[in-house]
């Protein structure tokens, strides 16, 4: 089983960047699909963006798509979630998914792993 930890939430103002962090354990990086997914306050967890294992794949949803990268560093058994031109309605808690497949669901359904959440917080 592998473990994932998420680090690098903080309060930032809208228009301002954040960097997203999640090391994983326990089992070979390179085969999971990671993905990051939030839960926005008093809402439904929605997804946000995937990779596949080599890192040549990457899907955003519309509403993050030209603002946040994800990237995946298979040497250090970590992902990535670059944030810029942040919103206030990007506030939310954020979790990075393992999934053991090609391509992350973006349902999230059926994930091998998630991790305890970072919160983002965007002032307007």
């Not at 999971?32 to 306050?41: E, Q, T």
């Not at 298979?74 to 031109?85: D, E, F, G, I, R």
Request: aromatic share 10%; proline share 3%.
């Amino acid at each position: 089983q592998v473990q994932l930890v998420e680090s690098g939430g903080g309060l930032v103002q809208a228009g301002g960047s954040l960097r997203l962090s999640c090391v994983a354990s326990g089992r070979t990086f390179s085969n999971y699909a990671m993905g990051w997914f939030r839960r926005p306050p008093e809402k439904e967890r929605e997804f946000v963006a995937a990779i596949t294992g080599s890192g040549r794949i990457r899907n955003y949803s519309d509403s993050v798509r030209g603002r946040f990268t994800i990237t995946r560093d298979n040497a250090k058994s970590t992902v990535y979630l670059q944030m810029n031109s942040l919103k206030p309605e990007d506030t939310a808690v954020y979790y990075c998914a393992a999934d053991m497949a090609t391509y992350l669901n973006p349902s999230g359904a059926g994930m091998d792993a998630w991790g305890q959440g970072t919160l983002v917080t965007v002032s307007s």
